[in-house]
Nanobody, 124 residues
Framework: QVQLTESGGGLAQVGASLRLSCAASGRTFGSYAMGWFRQAPGKEREFVAAVSRNSGFTYYANSVRGRFTISRDNDKNTMYLQMNSLKPEDTAIYYC?????????????????WGQGTQVTVSS
């Protein structure tokens, strides 16, 4: 059974950088679009970034555009989220997810497989 496993979260200072990784088991990683979502305490899950199956399209939430970069390496079955210029409002659990919408999507209901999440905490 395919699983998604996030890593790379932790505690960071305001203005610092972190890189999240999402490793997929199995051989089908390159057949799906992928995305990152986050959920802060007391808030609903929100879209962060998405990448199409072949990396031709990327999408970002307005709140992270210009600071975060999504990428993927299909040979390594891994997706990344480079997070720069971190802000306290970036504090959340970050989840990676898989979608059959091959060009990528910002809609959470179009993702069918989710990881367990990794905590990112940004302190001022």
């Amino acid at each position: 059974q395919v699983q998604l496993t996030e890593s790379g979260g932790g505690l960071a200072q305001v203005g610092a950088s972190l890189r999240l990784s999402c490793a997929a088991s199995g051989r089908t990683f390159g057949s799906y679009a992928m995305g990152w979502f986050r959920q802060a305490p007391g808030k609903e899950r929100e879209f962060v970034a998405a990448v199409s199956r072949n990396s031709g399209f990327t999408y970002y939430a307005n709140s992270v555009r210009g600071r975060f970069t999504i990428s993927r390496d299909n040979d390594k079955n891994t997706m990344y989220l480079q997070m720069n210029s971190l802000k306290p409002e970036d504090t959340a659990i970050y989840y990676c997810a898989r979608s059959n919408v091959l060009q990528g999507t910002t809609r959470g209901d179009e993702y069918d497989l989710w990881g367990q999440g990794t905590q990112v905490t940004v302190s001022s």
